[in-house]
């Protein structure tokens, strides 16, 4: 079997890497890397092959198909924070609606046979009514952000190069993943990383946080890559997905879990600097359509994710101090 993942240094490239060694040994697996990025921590050349390109260059991405000839390509290259969408707008509809555009006509040119997945998103459901939750894949697209904006209009053109020409796309619409390796501008991220400087003396005992009711259907990102190495096998082509637990969380329970975890005491204050120009009560979906179709299940629980995503802050404060 061989593979294209884009986005593969993200943080969940590694993870599906991991996934789809663990069930194809034999899998030749590439990656594609934008031009002049940083290194990044991925596994050593022997596992996955990089190939150079841009989601802005359609060229260079038709030649990673033709480089790579997959037999599956996964497409989770993205600008991915919802928060970082407000600043930098034309940045997300570039990458997100412009790049998968520019992959999904380069697959187009190529005649690719192969089923793409792509890592769509929630936030394009956007503003749901209490009754319209948990939330089934026929619900309208309503988002309030830069990004979910992005993410719709991504998602859209997957259903349309498939309807049109035959593009082998398969939709997951992922609820709110995180685990190990998560970036900060992620909220669990964020809440974990300051709880490990707490713990190690590098910032005071105050923790900043946003809005903590909001609630949030959370997926481990191992079973996130789990989701994705099915899809490619047992999805159907054309077909949109919801990848969820089917329970929403109110942030301060998932704050409160975390600080269990802690033996310092630790203050919280409110930050409006990290509330949003508009936000979501609720997101939950309805994940029964890919648990059927493919038998998907979530394996991580809650606890163990939360726990897992400390201690990697843990580790990594102590390898390179952040600044308070």
Known sequence: MRVLITGVSGFVGPHLVERLLAGHESAELYGLRRWRSPAAELPPPAVLRMLEGDLLDQASLLRALEASRPDVVFHLAASSSVASSWSTPTEVMQVNVLGTLNLLEAARQAALEAPIVMACSAEAYGQVAPGELPIREEQPFRPVSPYGVSKAAADLLGFQYFRAFRVRTVRLRFFNHFGPGQPPRFVVASLARQ???IEAGLRPPQLRAGNLDVRRDFVDVRDAAHAYALAAIRGVP???YNVASGRSRPLREVLDRLLALTDEAVEVSFDPA????????ALEGDAE?????TGWEPRVPFERTLADTLEYWRKAVRREPAAV
């Open 289 to 293: 359509r890919f648990r059927r179709t």
């Open 238 to 240: 054309g077909e949109a």
């Open 195 to 197: 709880i490990a400087e």
């Open 274 to 281: 990290r509330l949003r120009p508009a936000e979501l009560d």
